[in-house]
């Protein structure tokens, strides 16, 4: 847990954010630049790098963001400025770099800090905030105990816990109403992803994680005169955008044997104490990988972060359109600025527009409010990834 500890991220224009800077934020008013030296370590290269340009972040910005304290979702705000630290230090140089203890890898960089770059992301980001809300998540982990399915999930709730201290919202999986029972217990026989992502969008959550974790009774034995019972644990995670059922991060952490103090084989309270332990290490060691939950934490941040700031796939649904006016919205979404590629399929008067860009989803909707769009749909819903729209004109 304490490699999540340091790890912290996310909109009212500028002008707004001015004015909740405290007095006396001179760097913050001055915007000028800051180079600091730092030195990091980590599981491998890439790994130290993205430490040591998150250290250098909270030495070169970090007052300034300690600044914003008392501002609302302050701890989400911040966690999505620090997973953020490479597009926001993007002005440095490694100066040296060596193999650690343990096969670790060691980097010291020289970065410059922009506090104006960081008030702008400050400031696109709680400005998203204020447009969609806080980001919403289900976490859904199936609990086997020797075979046995769970009720409740230890581990779901330790990784809800986790977002939740992080500003998150909670949609609790029974927030999906009985009449969807059915069709969730045919998607989860079939390994349905795509229905999952879609019960969980229907739920009002923006990321589900999906996964499964198993303990297994592995005997008895005495450590230093004291009997303990062992469990071989594996926990496997995915995470979906709900509102598109794309995947973006896979994680697992390999069969691990955990024991706790006991005199029974066979004990569910053992059985999730080594779940909890195998999943949420106590310790931090960077020459090994953080433990699954602080990368399924680090994957939804980093992807929350980059979907709200900088873009991403952006799908785009109109209803009600004639097969011409698809050719002619597609041909005039490729030619939107900052808008890469625009894929798309037609079928029964819906076009479905699969868009790459370096814009957030909100950015593009407020396009489609502008000419030529605005003659030639509505739209009608918005969410992380996605835009839902109806067509009122040909073009």
């Not at 581990?155 to 009985?178: H, M, P, Q, T, Y």
């Not at 926990?235 to 994680?251: F, H, M, N």
Request: hydrophobic residues 40%.
């Amino acid at each position: 847990m304490k490699y999540i500890a340091g790890l912290v991220g996310l909109l009212i224009v500028l002008p707004a954010l001015a004015q909740q800077t405290p007095a006396g934020s001179d760097t913050a008013a001055s915007g000028e630049s800051k180079t600091v030296t730092v030195t990091a370590e980590g599981y491998n290269r890439d790994d130290a790098v993205k430490r040591a340009l998150r250290k250098a972040l909270e030495q070169g910005a970090g007052v300034q963001i300690a600044a914003y304290s008392k501002v609302e979702n302050y701890m989400l705000l911040r966690d999505t400025i620090y997973s953020r630290a490479a597009g926001i230090v993007s002005d440095y140089r490694v100066l040296e770099e060596r193999e650690g203890p343990g096969g670790t890898s060691i980097v010291t960089i020289e970065a410059t800090v922009r506090p104006d770059a960081v008030a702008a992301t400050w400031g696109e980001v709680q400005n998203l905030l204020d447009q969609i809300g806080r980001p919403r998540i289900m976490v859904w982990i199936d609990e086997h105990i020797d075979g046995r399915l769970q009720k409740d999930s230890i581990v779901a709730a330790r990784i809800e816990e986790l977002f939740a201290k992080a500003g998150f919202d909670l949609v609790s999986r029974n927030a999906i109403e009985d009449i969807r029972r059915r069709a969730l217990a045919e998607a989860r026989r079939e390994g349905n992803a795509a229905k999952l992502a879609q019960l969980a969008k229907d739920a009002s959550a923006h990321i589900l994680i999906r996964g499964s974790a198993n303990a297994n009774r592995a005997g008895i034995e005495n450590i230093y005169n004291i009997p303990a019972t062992f469990y071989n644990c594996d926990v496997q995670a995915r995470v979906y955008y709900a509102d598109t059922g794309k995947l973006i991060a896979s994680e697992s952490l390999p069969q691990t044997r955990s024991g706790v103090r006991s005199r029974k084989e066979f004990s569910p309270q053992a059985a999730r104490s080594a779940l909890v332990k195998a999943t949420f290490p106590e310790a931090d060691n960077p020459a090994h990988r953080p433990p699954l939950a602080n990368r399924i934490y680090e994957a939804v941040m980093e992807q929350w972060s980059t979907q709200i700031t900088a873009g991403g796939d952006i799908e785009l649904e109109i209803q009600g359109l004639d097969f011409k006016s698809y050719v002619k919205i597609k041909k005039a979404l490729a030619e939107v600025e900052n808008v890469k590629r625009v894929d798309g399929d037609f079928t029964k008067g819906i076009g479905t527009f699969r868009i790459k860009a370096d814009i957030a989803a909100e950015t593009l909707a407020e396009q489609l409010t502008r000419r030529p769009f605005e003659q030639w749909l509505e739209v009608t819903d918005l969410k992380l990834s996605r835009i839902q729209a109806k067509a009122v004109a040909r073009p």
